[in-house]
């Protein structure tokens, strides 16, 4: 019995450690795969903590990147408005009656071959003149307008209270140009000459004639500031090589009325033509197709300036506005000089200049169907993008500005 109880204990030992053993085996199986899960756990925790990372790192360089494109589409839009003409102060028309107004004073003059009238922002006539020119031309100068008959015999001159005078001339009439005193001077050409220059004073009185007889052709002239001085840009071709000749004329009030005489008279070696002359204060600037030269010492001396092909060219104030291109197919670009002969503004515009306006210290370019007003200074104060195709424009009392575009006359603000 007692071996039989010694063997079953016996028995029983071996049962219990083999259950022991299968006990720790499973348990260490189980820790394993425990242990395999957390590793796995860890892994995707890790995972997802670098991709938030990610995502949030993408989130915030997007929304830099938002941020700084909207301050840059703002800061080239500048003061942009869209401006639907239409819904502007004025009145509507035909294109083809719109290719006759010309924004003045505080309305339109109205140019036909038979008639000149001034007409308000409503369209309603304030008087009118009776005229028989083949090719009417109409010119603005601040506070007067000069209609004349290119290639004609005649010319008028009016302001907003009416016609002052109308004067028939010898000889065709090429341009006119006045002062800011009244001053008129009259560009003819001539069959016995090279051309000449008639003046006439406030009341249409001719003060002097002079014809070219040496000097070529007369191409265009401009007066300073207080109307004592006339310069003339002329060409001489009869030689073996062009010679600019720019002569210019004092203007004296005498006791018998005004005296005209010879001042100075400028040239230079370069064959080339002053298409355009200014004066800047006592300063004559006179213009080529791509460079400014300015009368110093007796000559004519070129301006460090890169303008490759120069459009307009405007004064306002002391300053110069000059618009310009590259070449052919190059946006053009808008360069603002002042009187220290410095660049104070310098920068591409538009393909397709259309217009430029000057008023009492601003400028108003159209470029494409966009209108630009600058200060004296070269500051943008507005930008507008219109939606009809503007013919011309001017600055009324006030520096209000005017447009006339094909579907009439209308009032920025």
């Keep these: 019995m007692k071996n039989k109880d010694k063997t079953k204990n016996k028995a029983k030992d071996i049962k219990d450690k083999n259950i022991k053993a299968e006990d720790i085996k499973t348990k260490k199986k189980t820790a394993a795969k425990k242990k395999d899960g957390s590793l796995s756990q860890t892994v995707i925790r890790r995972g997802l903590t670098i991709a938030v990372m990610i995502f949030a790192t993408l989130l915030i360089v997007s929304i830099a990147l938002i941020i700084v494109v909207s301050k840059k589409i703002d800061s080239m839009s500048g003061a942009d408005a869209q401006i639907k003409l239409s ?14 107004l010309y924004p003045y004073g505080d309305g339109v003059i109205k140019v036909t071959s038979e008639r000149i009238a001034y007409l308000n922002l409503s369209g309603s006539e304030i008087f009118s003149h009776t005229i028989s020119y083949q090719n009417p ?3 603005t100068f601040g506070d007067y307008v000069a209609i004349f008959d290119r290639d004609g015999y005649s010319f008028t001159i009016l302001d907003q209270s009416g016609v002052w005078y109308s004067k028939p001339t010898t000889n065709p009439i090429k341009s006119v140009q ?31 004639v002079w014809t070219s007889y040496n000097s070529g052709f007369p191409v265009c002239c401009a007066f300073n500031s207080d109307s004592t001085r006339l310069a003339v840009s002329t060409i001489n071709t009869s030689g073996a090589v062009i010679v600019p000749l720019i002569r210019v004329f004092s203007i004296n009030k005498t006791a018998k009325g005004y005296e005209v005489e010879d001042d100075a008279v400028f040239t230079t070696d370069d064959s080339v033509i002053f298409a355009s002359i ?17 009368a110093k010492d007796g000559i004519l ?5 890169d ?22 197919s190059q946006l053009n670009k808008l360069a603002i000089i002042n009187s220290s002969d410095s660049v104070i503004y310098n920068s591409n515009i538009g393909s397709n200049i259309i217009c430029v ?3 009492n210290g601003y400028y108003a370019i159209n470029v494409d169907r966009r209108v630009f007003v600058y200060n004296s200074s070269g500051v943008i104060t507005n930008d507008y993008s219109v939606d009809e195709d503007i013919i011309r424009m001017n600055f009324l009392s006030g520096n209000k500005l005017c447009v006339v575009s094909t579907g009439g006359v209308h009032t920025i603000t």
């Design 357 to 359: 306006a000057q008023g």
């Design 87 to 100: 819904a502007q102060g004025g009145f509507t028309c035909e294109y083809s009656e719109a290719q006759k």
């Design 278 to 294: 200014c004066y800047v204060g006592n300063k004559l600037c006179c213009f080529t197709s791509n460079a400014l030269y300015e």
């Design 301 to 305: 001396t070129q301006m460090n300036f």
């Design 307 to 328: 303008f490759s092909a120069i459009g307009y060219v405007k004064k306002i104030g002391n300053n110069l506005f000059v618009t310009y291109s590259d070449g052919i």
């Design 137 to 139: 031309q109409c010119v």
């Design 178 to 208: 006045m002062s800011d005193n009244g001053f008129t001077a009259v560009i003819s050409g001539s069959s016995d000459s090279f051309g000449e220059v008639s003046l006439y004073d406030k009341n249409g009185n001719q003060i002097a």
